[in-house]
């Protein structure tokens, strides 16, 4: 069996008087392929943030790599938890580039100024991805001269440039046009292929069924169902994961 | 009686020196209201409640009381208050102008950054970047882009409103016309042409900020 990369008991979170997040239990295994699905609203991406700790649970407790991080509350120092959410790559549904930087600055701020590496090795590696994403002429353009899809892109390679251990993605082709979605999944198809750990939110069904090694069906901030893509999107035992592919599908 | 300003010629050195005084005031004075207002904006903005509400008292209270009450407190109210306590005019009307700038520019500063799509900090605390490290590096650039075109107009508040410290005998623009003005009794002739000098800086001013905001969006988004 692969090593437990992070592991989520009991996880409830509350807005308000809006419970978002309902005793979600889930585990994520090296080198696995976690695809989310589910109707807007179901706390898929309260889920994916609680992951690296960007919003903090009501209660519950998540481990990484078997270390209980959160107990109810962060047990983490600042700095701690900055060293944490380095080993978790995110992409954000809307990109969100730093607007004030160019391409190779939005990939090479946290290497230098977080994780302390030398410019140049920086400047190389974050050449080395951009060429990965299929962007190596766009290292010094500006994002707002970009595409969605090349948007999207630099942000993938934004977030492999810390080295992280698995990738979270967060809906990244809802904001996309049509023609962009294809060269996004090209991306994170070879990601996935490189052996990379990923945990995706998506819409993209024939997506999910190609590429992930599990489907997770949320509902009203439940895991209503879990299983294999052919299981899952084949085979669903639960009535409310049969209403919704039969919606989607 | 007509207009004569061959007068004046004699004091156009010293109209220059009041006016090299008014900008070198207000120069001072955005320096520090900026290094004041800029951190101030951010206390506001803490999620400590505590923290924000001493903050927020002092915009309110700088904001919510003439200029000219303060310029006298620390004129004459702290000195004579606490008598070991010695500035020259020209540092109390200095502190009294900074720290009134201060509370407009804070909330110039805030508005900049709550203007800063919340995505941005989102990402940067994403790839591990501390709250100080992204307001620094991501979002305080891009407020302060937002908002140059009003702290432009700070400046130029503060040229204008400036004059006041003339009050305390500082040798500003305002203060020289005066002396000029009451040497020669030709009151008129001197406001006038300190009018025009005010309006020189103040217009140059206003056409630098609109420049560097072209700029900026040419070279950035
Ligand atoms: N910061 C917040 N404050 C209050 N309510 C929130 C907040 N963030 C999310 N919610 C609410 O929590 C619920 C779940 O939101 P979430 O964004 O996790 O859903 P989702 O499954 O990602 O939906 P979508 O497919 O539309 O992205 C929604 O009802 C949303 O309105
Ligand atoms: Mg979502």
């Known amino acids: ?249 | 009686m007509g207009l004569d300003f061959s007068i004046l010629q004699d004091y156009i050195g010293l109209f220059l020196q009041g006016l090299g005084m008014t900008l070198l005031i207000s120069l001072i004075t955005v320096l520090f209201g900026t290094i004041i207002g800029t951190p101030l904006a951010l206390i506001r903005l803490s999620k400590s409640k505590v923290i924000s509400i001493i903050a927020t008292s002092y915009i309110e209270i700088i904001r919510g009381t003439p200029l000219l009450l303060q310029l006298y407190i620390f004129a004459y109210g702290i000195p004579l208050a606490f008598p070991f306590i010695r500035f020259s005019p020209f540092v109390a009307g200095i502190i009294a102008l900074a720290l009134n700038s201060s509370a407009y520019v804070a909330e110039i500063v805030r508005s900049g950054i709550q203007s800063i799509d919340e995505g941005q900090l989102e990402a940067a605390k994403s790839l591990g970047l501390s709250y100080a490290l992204s307001m620094r590096k991501v979002i305080i650039p891009q407020a302060i882009k937002n908002v140059l075109p009003s702290l432009g107009n700070e400046f130029v508040t503060v040229v204008k409103e400036s004059s006041i410290v003339s009050i305390v005998g500082i040798a500003d623009l305002m203060k020289v016309t005066n002396t000029i003005s009451s040497q020669k009794f030709r009151l008129f002739e001197a406001l006038l042409f300190a009018a025009l000098l005010y309006f020189i800086v103040t217009f140059t001013i206003s056409k630098l900020v609109n420049y560097i905001e072209r700029k900026l969006s040419v070279s950035h988004g």
Do not use: W
């Open chain 1, 1 to 249: 069996m692969a090593n437990k990369l992070i592991e989520i008991n009991n996880l409830n979170k509350v807005f308000g008087n809006l419970k978002v997040l309902k005793n979600v239990n889930f585990d994520v295994y090296e080198g696995e392929v976690v695809v989310i699905i589910g109707p807007s609203g179901s706390g898929k991406s309260t889920l994916l943030k609680c992951l690296n700790l960007l919003q903090l649970p009501t209660s519950g407790q998540i481990s990484y790599h078997d270390e209980l991080i959160f107990n109810n509350k962060c047990l983490l120092s600042h700095s701690k938890l900055q060293n944490i959410r380095t080993k978790m790559g995110f992409v954000f549904q809307q990109f969100n580039l730093f607007n004030n930087l160019n391409v190779m600055e939005n990939l090479t701020l946290s290497p230098i100024n977080v994780l302390k590496r030398n410019k140049e090795d920086a400047i190389n590696k974050s050449l080395e991805l951009l060429k990965k994403v299929g962007l190596s002429d766009k290292a010094y353009a500006h994002p707002k001269n970009l595409s969605g899809g090349q948007k999207q892109r630099v942000a993938i390679a934004r977030a492999l440039a810390i080295n992280p251990s698995v990738m979270l993605f967060d809906e990244p082709t809802s904001a996309l046009d049509p023609e962009n979605i294809k060269e996004v999944l090209e991306v994170m198809r070879n990601l996935a292929l490189s052996g990379m750990t990923m945990v995706i939110v998506t819409h993209e069904m024939a997506f999910a069924k190609e590429i992930g090694t599990r489907v997770i069906f949320m509902d009203e901030g439940m895991i209503v169902e879990e299983g294999t893509p052919n299981d899952l999107f084949n085979h669903p035992k639960m009535e409310r994961t049969k209403k919704f592919l039969n919606a989607v599908l």
